[in-house]
């Protein structure tokens, strides 16, 4: 480092102490990105700049990484630790060719790979960008620009408390050695691809430019398929082109976004304090694949479950933070209310009707403004349940949204469209209380200013929040592997629907929701709830209570449900602790102990919490209820019977296990439990352990009330194998209403129609009913047989008595 280099950053620390708050993303580089630190490690930044050094400097120190200014010795020889891969611009002079400087340091690196087989040098990209405000359309390409002199004082002045450090990935320079060889072009070529990455950092961080609203509306009117719609609806009505021109106009202004940065950047330091004053933190997991994404110019698709308003903000929040732009929202036309709607439209949500079935030119709009937005490249995120869940399961996935954003790729969008799925999952939702009174009957409150204010009134401490980032996925390798010819049916216009566009949406639907459901964070909360719920009284001893959550932890851990899901680090004493602070648990001493209880309110708000992570725990909870009925079973009778129940529970409850892997992983629940001392297995046969019987009944009743529902279902449909669909499933919650009466179950989903429902489409997939319906007695009855076995026996009497009541009602047919 030259003497005129070290005095110039040496004056240049104290004023950017003060003026510059950067934030590095990701916060955990090291394990994100894999980085060894007993290798040797090299920066390399986009443009010459010292202040973009000094920043560099102050984040990775705190990171753990090495200072960028203290030289490294490879092989005997100095070299600086940090490279700019082009050369920034000054006042007088316009450079943006690579550094002869740069290219010698490359060539030099990868010359001593050549030598030394053994060495790898770790380059690490790193982007300093100084604040996140898009450009407008007529800037040009919103890509990373060299700033001179004036203009990084500028950008330091304005935005030092808005700056991000980006760390890449690394780049090997052995695999670049190995795979690409060691001569000078090779530099050169480093120096290329690195430029091009810094762009598309920049790109990523601040998103596409943005367009004025009205000459966004002026575009779209220009299109084919709204001048066609105009002229359909005007005809249809016999009125004037004029008039419904206007009353595109019209639909335009209420459905579209009015992005403003500025309140994003507002909104982030409300939110921060919102989420410091009601939650003790946010967990954020996987987010480095959603950032490769967005660098690798996808046009992401954020799919997130619904279980709170809060969603909303949390999502962009979370983005914003993880050094992404906040998405462009779909939100219900509901939450268009003064002074919420304006707020919401600044920050990127644009508003859908519940429902324009039948309204071509309302349909065609929005279509229209879709595939505007994709085409422009603003990430998109909706909802795709279509409402919030009020039992806390996944709800079944509205497609329309998904059929309008293939269609959008069908007008020939020429960047690949990837979903990415999002479990978003709270400590307690605010709403949940709400939700018990509407499922019971309650009508749903219309949301207003009133409500929001009252809403805030309550924010308190709420535990833990979470967001989990599921498992990619990309729309165009999904449509080469169903539709290999996907692409014959590119439409500019985009009016054409596909015959395949609606069986694919649905497999896609599917796999985005059971995606969602891989990403599930477990925590305190969650495995507290189903314990409790498990106990026939709603109550445990603390330790009993310690004991079920510790058998929860090692089944998550040690047989994981998916690469996506999260369990907590805390043990289960520390878990415990954690939840009874929340204050949502009825806490008693005696002589023995503490005991944890619910009372009959929570107990019904606790099925809620328990719901968001049942899945998890389905397939152990089946073997456990199996195992304590029949006390001894062969391997293979157990995974008979297993394979038998798993489709209804994969369809009901979105679980991504089938197959050959449904098979090795009842073998691992099996060794699991083995280990913990719950069963034994010989090789052969599998048994209770008499000795240890508490913490496996706990397990099993987790899943008793859905095997209930579905010996409900099934043993009404062998003794009345005539019913039609419709009956059959009126029928079925009639008799789960008063088996949950008589049985004291309080799960709001127990009697829910739309459950039943599923499981009678379920019912003609796995061909028990075929195409028109009518029964295959003897393999209903096979499922009806084993179900009843699973269930206890006051139980199997209440639904034997309801089934032949029912009977006894129906009127003679003669």
């Known amino acids: 480092m030259s003497s005129g280099h070290s005095f110039s950053r040496s004056l240049l620390k104290l004023p950017m102490s003060l003026l510059v708050k950067g934030t590095a993303i990701p ?56 490279v700019f891969t082009s050369s920034r611009d000054t006042v007088m002079h316009d450079d943006s060719d690579t550094p002869s400087s740069s290219i010698t340091l490359f060539s030099e690196l990868l010359a001593l790979h050549k030598s030394d087989t053994e060495l790898d040098v770790q380059v690490i990209p790193a982007t300093v960008i100084w604040g996140r405000k898009p450009g407008k359309e007529e800037q040009g390409k919103p890509y990373l620009q060299a700033l001179n002199g004036p203009q990084k004082a500028t950008a330091v002045l304005l935005a030092g408390r808005d700056c991000l450090v980006r ?17 000078a072009s090779i530099a050169h070529k480093l120096a290329r691809v690195a430029r091009i990455h810094f762009s598309r950092q920049k790109l990523a961080a601040s998103g596409p430019n943005l367009p004025s609203r009205q000459a966004l509306f002026n575009r779209l009117m220009k299109s084919e398929a709204i001048e066609k719609a105009i002229e359909d609806e005007a005809q249809a009505k016999n009125t004037t082109i004029e008039k419904v021109r206007k009353e595109a106009h019209d639909i335009m202004d209420e459905i579209a976004a009015d992005f403003s940065y500025s309140l994003v950047k507002n909104g982030d330091r409300l939110l921060g304090w919102l989420w410091n004053r009601i939650y003790q933190g946010l967990n954020i997991n996987n987010a480095t694949a959603v950032r490769k994404l967005a660098q690798d110019g996808h046009e992401i698709v954020y799919v997130p479950c619904h279980r709170s308003h809060m969603d909303y903000l949390l999502l962009s929040y979370v983005l914003y933070h993880e050094g992404m732009v906040p998405p462009h929202i779909a939100a219900g036309i509901n939450l268009n209310f003064f002074p919420a709607g304006p707020i919401f439209r600044r920050g990127g949500a644009f508003f859908i009707r519940r429902s324009f079935k039948g309204n071509r030119l309302y349909s065609t709009i929005f279509r229209e403004y879709l595939a505007e937005l994709f085409a422009k490249g603003y990430s998109v995120e909706y909802f795709s349940e279509g ?77 833990q929040g979470y967001v989990n980032f599921g498992e990619p996925i990309p729309i165009n390798q999904y449509l080469n592997e169903h539709v290999p010819d996907w692409t014959k049916d590119i439409d500019p216009m985009g009016a054409t629907k596909p015959e395949w566009l609606t069986p694919v949406v649905n497999g896609l639907a599917t796999k985005m929701m059971t995606h969602i459901n ?54 289960a004493e520390t878990l415990v602790k954690h939840a009874v602070s929340l204050d949502k648990f009825v806490i008693e001493a005696d002589s023995m102990g503490e005991i944890v209880s619910l009372d009959r309110n929570q107990s019904i708000l606790m099925t809620y919490y328990r719901n968001n992570i049942i899945h998890l725990l389905a397939i152990p909870s ?30 009901e409850l979105y679980l991504s296990v089938e197959g050959e892997k449904l098979q090795e992983m009842i073998q691992h629940y099996i060794t699991e439990l083995t280990q913990q001392g719950l069963i034994t297995f010989d090789g052969e046969t ?39 669909k419709s009956d059959l499933e009126q029928k079925s919650q009639d008799i789960a209403q008063r088996l949950g009466r008589l049985h004291g179950i309080n799960a709001p989903e127990y009697f829910d129609k739309g459950v039943f429902s599923a499981m009678f489409s379920t019912l003609k997939q796995q061909e028990y009913l075929d195409v028109d319906g009518n029964c295959d007695t003897d393999k209903c009855q096979k499922l009806a047989e084993l179900l009843y076995s699973m269930l206890y026996p006051e139980v199997r009497l209440t639904i034997k008595e309801s089934i032949c009541q029912t009977a006894d009602l129906e009127p003679d047919s003669e």
């Open 167 to 183: 760390i890449s990935p690394v780049v090997s320079l052995r695999y670049m050695a190995n795979v690409h060889g060691t001569d």
């Open 27 to 82: 916060s955990n580089p090291i394990e994100d990105h894999s980085i060894d630190v007993n290798k040797p490690i090299i920066y390399a930044l986009p443009y010459r700049s010292c202040v973009d050094l000094l920043t560099l400097q102050k984040q990775v120190v705190k990171l753990g990484l090495p200072d960028p200014l203290e030289p490294i010795t490879i092989n005997g020889k100095s070299f600086d630790r940090y």
């Open 518 to 571: 891989d990403a599930a964070a477990t925590n305190a909360l969650t495995l507290c709830a189903t314990a409790l719920l498990a106990s026939r009284q709603r109550a445990l001893s603390r330790d009993s209570l310690v004991n079920q959550i510790d058998c929860y932890l090692s089944l998550l851990k040690n047989v994981p449900y998916s690469s996506t899901f999260t369990v907590p680090n805390e043990d």
């Open 622 to 651: 089946l073997i456990a209820q199996m195992l304590i009925r029949y006390q001894k079973i062969s391997i293979e009778q157990m995974q008979a019977n297993v394979a038998l129940v798993h489709p209804f529970l994969q369809q």
């Open 686 to 724: 599998v048994a209770i352990n008499q000795a240890n019987t508490q913490v496996l009944v706990l397990l099993g009743r987790t899943i008793t009330e859905t095997l209930q529902r579905y010996s409900i279902a099934l043993n009404l449909l062998v003794a009345n194998p005539e019913l039609g």
């Open 387 to 463: 409402g919030r869940s009020r039992t806390g399961r996944l709800l079944q996935a509205k497609t329309g949204m998904l059929a309008m954003t293939i269609q959008a790729m069908l007008r020939g969008l020429n960047r690949p469209v990837t979903l990415v799925p999002v479990y978003i999952g709270y400590e307690h939702v605010m709403e949940v209380g709400t939700y018990a009174n509407e499922l019971r009957g309650k009508h749903k409150e219309k949301e207003n200013a009133g409500l929001v204010l009252r809403t805030i009134r309550k924010l308190r401490n709420f535990g």
